[in-house]
Structures are given as structure tokens and as C-alpha cells.
């Protein structure tokens, strides 16, 4: 089978973007899993597929490069904002997750999007019966750590704390797959620099250590936020370059950075 599809990057956070408006193209487990082998093949964090709803509106499905389905995804949510809108020659543009509308805008030389309001509600999240409170004191490696559970669109725990990469590669995967998290979870390690910064390291749920997550970011930056941990606007920071994180008079959580040009491949698999 070979198809056209696009490459783009949100901070090194990187998507195979695969444009179902104009032709139909569905890859199943094992070959995501191929196509996304960094050592193989093209390799990518997140695949996006574009497609139509039944209103014809911009609809976004999204599947991580384990070949499973993810909810929702930050960076690939304005990589498809700038491609679309430089498709319309637009510096605005509306599209759906699911059924959660989101509008993003281009501001300056940096994509924002509007990602809504996220929930603290553990059934929401979710999380099993075993955990009743939020924060969680979590036991791991025989150490207890205070995490904040939240659903953004997909499930994250935050941890208010400093780690280095070769503990959270070794910790990273326990704390998706702990017994408690049905649907499993992203996990965010947050370094507070100062009350406007901090430096997050992030395990993804089904993708591994990644070098940026837009909706770790989103989950990190409202925590922050709403506890008055941090000010509003926050920047999050990671290894190529950082996003804004604010919160609007509603409490919605508008996300803003650059993203890369397009890269048009032709696949074949």
C-alpha cells in the first residue's frame, strides 16, 4: 500500500499525519507500530488521521505509536491548526476531537488553541474504586509520591518534583500501567524553577518518554495554576523550547508555541 501523508512536530513532539479528506487510507496496530519505529522507518510519537464528521466540520482522530488509540493530543492539535489554516489562508481555524469542539489562532509566529476546561473528577479521569482522594499519595519504588490526577481530554498524573531521564524511563512505565489506572496515564514529573517556569519531563501513555507533550503541558500549567502554585500565564519548558500555558476568564486552558513546516512523504507499507 503506498499513500501521501505529511510529518510535522510540535517542539520535537513529532505526528505522521495522514489527510482522509481526499483519500482513505486506515492503518491497523502492526503497522503503526511499523511506521513508527524510529530505527526501521519513519518514526513519530502520535499518528493523526484528518478527516470529515457528519457536518461536515474538520474532525482529528488520534493513535499512539503503540498502534492504540489516544483521546486527545496537545502539539498535534496545533501542527493540524497550522496546516489547516495555511490550507485556508486563514489565522483561524475551528476543528473537532471526538465530539469537543476547539479554535485555535495564530499569534504571531506561535499557534494557539483553546483545549477547554479539564476535570479533577476521579471517575473522569478515571481511576479504579481503591482511590478516593486527589491528590493521590502514590507508592512506587518504595517511595511515596504526591501526584494530581486530571483528564484534559486524555487521563495525566503530575508530580510536583525533580527527576532525572534514566529514573523516569524505569519509573515511567510502572506509573502508566499502575493497577489503578483502568485506561492507563500519562505521567509528568514538574521542576519548578520559579513562580512563570517549569521544566517538565514527561512518560507518555503508549509512546514512552517523549520530548515535549502538549497536553502533559495543559494538565502541568492548569494545576499550577488553579492551586497558585504558579502564575498565570506559565511557560512549560522542555528540551527544544517551551509552550504558554494560560488560563481565560472561564477557565479554559489556551495553549500556545511553534510548531514545524510541513513535510510532504510519500509511504509505503
Known sequence: MNFK?????????????????KQKIHL????????ANREKNIGFDQLIYIEKNSNK????????SDGDKAEACGNGNRC???????????????FYVNQKKHSAFKNKNLISV??????YELSKIPVSKEIS???????????????YLINVGNPHIIFFDKIHEDQLKMIGPKIENYKFFPDRINVSFAEIKNKNQIILRVWE??????????????????????HHICNNP???????GSLNISLDDSKNIIMSGPVSDIQTLEVEI
Do not use: H, W
Not at 482522594?133 to 501526584?147: D, F, Q, T, V
Not at 517523549?210 to 500549567?221: E, S
Not at 506559565?234 to 527544544?240: M, P, S
Open 234 to 240: 506559565l511557560e512549560i519548558v522542555f528540551k527544544r
Open 133 to 147: 482522594s486527589n491528590p493521590y499519595l502514590l507508592e512506587i519504588e518504595g517511595k511515596k509520591l504526591k501526584g
Open 80 to 94: 493540524i491548526a497550522s496546516l489547516l489554516m495555511e490550507e485556508n489562508k486563514k489565522d483561524n481555524i475551528d
Open 57 to 64: 466540520e474538520n474532525l482529528l482522530r488520534f493513535f499512539n
Open 28 to 35: 491497523n496496530k502492526d503497522q503503526i507500530q511499523k511506521l
Open 5 to 21: 501523508a505529511y510529518k510535522m512536530d510540535g517542539l520535537g513532539n513529532d505526528f505522521l499525519i495522514i489527510d482522509n479528506r
Open 205 to 226: 501513555r503508549g509512546a514512552g518518554m517523549t520530548l515535549a507533550c502538549g497536553t502533559a503541558a495543559c494538565a502541568t500549567g492548569y494545576v499550577a495554576i488553579d
Open 114 to 119: 483553546n483545549m477547554g476546561k479539564p476535570t
